[in-house]
């Protein structure tokens, strides 16, 4: 029998898109209350934030705010549970705009459901990056899927490796796919030696995301992508 391709997906302007306030609001309460720092006024856009893992934006955030590295590490996995333990308050007291799913995206992960193994590849804290999937409809898609995580490393390029490892095998790269819609999907991409199909649904555009294997404009054109690269054979997806 003949191995599934394994598709990554990440999350932020990829599958959803939208507000993200309330992921924002957690990382901000997690560093205030682990670190003990006044964030009030800081701009994490200065950080470039885009396609980075949580625990990047973490750290970058702690070095502006001369945070020593070693106490920065050193509490981490403290800050990855509070952050979380703060989107669940935020998200279940609905003081935050539910996340929404991309245009066709759900018809399209419903389509590849037997063609492919499905799986996240995103920079979110995983409790986050799920329940958000949850609240925009799409969970289901991922219950008990591989991934990796930004709760798992903070480079994004070891997450290929990992969320591979965790797929079995590990899963073969020559069968792996990254789909994203950052420069720095593309780059994680190619640290971990799969192939990458960029969307530009996010703040990217084509001429930002033409070093992918392929750019497609929405979710709709995944499947006759991955048909042109060699993983599967095209076929119509539904609007929804």
Same mark, same amino acid.
């Given at each position: 029998?003949?191995?599934?391709?394994?598709?990554?997906?990440?999350?932020?302007?990829?599958?959803?898109?939208?507000?993200?306030?309330?992921?924002?609001?957690?990382?901000?309460?997690?560093?205030?209350?682990?670190?003990?720092?006044?964030?009030?006024?800081?701009?994490?856009?200065?950080?470039?934030?885009?396609?980075?893992?949580?625990?990047?934006?973490?750290?970058?955030?702690?070095?502006?705010?001369?945070?020593?590295?070693?106490?920065?590490?050193?509490?981490?996995?403290?800050?990855?549970?509070?952050?979380?333990?703060?989107?669940?308050?935020?998200?279940?007291?609905?003081?935050?705009?539910?996340?929404?799913?991309?245009? #066709? &995206?759900? *018809?399209?992960? @419903? +389509?590849? =459901?037997?063609?492919?193994?499905?799986?996240? /590849?995103? $920079?979110?804290?995983?409790?986050?990056?799920?329940?958000?999937?949850?609240?925009?409809?799409?969970?289901?898609?991922?219950?008990?899927?591989?991934?990796?995580?930004?709760?798992?490393?903070?480079?994004?390029?070891?997450?290929?490796?990992?969320?591979?490892?965790?797929?079995?095998?590990?899963?073969?790269?020559?069968?792996?796919?990254?789909?994203?819609?950052?420069?720095?999907?593309?780059?994680?991409?190619?640290?971990?030696?799969?192939?990458?199909?960029?969307?530009?649904?996010?703040?990217? #555009? &084509?001429? *930002?995301?033409? @070093? +992918?294997? =392929?750019?497609?404009?929405?979710?709709?054109? /995944?499947? $006759?992508?991955?048909?042109?690269?060699?993983?599967?054979?095209?076929?119509?997806?539904?609007?929804?």
């Amino acid at each position: 029998m003949r191995q599934q391709p394994l598709l990554l997906f990440d999350i932020d302007g990829t599958l959803l898109v939208g507000d993200n306030a309330g992921h924002h609001a957690a990382i901000v309460a997690g560093l205030e209350e682990v670190y003990e720092l006044d964030l009030a006024g800081f701009s994490f856009m200065r950080l470039e934030p885009w396609g980075k893992t949580d625990m990047q934006i973490a750290l970058d955030a702690l070095a502006a705010h001369d945070v020593s590295e070693a106490i920065a590490r050193e509490r981490l996995e403290l800050w990855l549970e509070v952050a979380d333990s703060h989107h669940l308050a935020v998200t279940s007291g609905g003081e935050h705009p539910r996340p929404q799913p991309a245009p #066709d &995206a759900a *018809a399209t992960l @419903a +389509a590849l =459901a037997d063609q492919t193994a499905i799986g996240l /590849l995103t $920079g979110n804290i995983e409790g986050i990056a799920r329940r958000k999937l949850r609240a925009a409809g799409l969970g289901t898609h991922f219950a008990g899927r591989p991934g990796g995580f930004g709760s798992d490393h903070p480079d994004r390029g070891e997450l290929v490796r990992i969320a591979r490892e965790r797929a079995g095998g590990p899963h073969p790269p020559s069968l792996t796919v990254v789909i994203g819609d950052t420069p720095r999907d593309i780059a994680c991409a190619r640290a971990g030696g799969v192939t990458c199909v960029a969307v530009t649904t996010g703040p990217f #555009d &084509a001429d *930002a995301l033409s @070093a +992918a294997d =392929a750019v497609i404009s929405s979710l709709d054109e /995944l499947q $006759g992508a991955l048909a042109e690269l060699g993983f599967g054979e095209p076929q119509t997806v539904a609007g929804g």
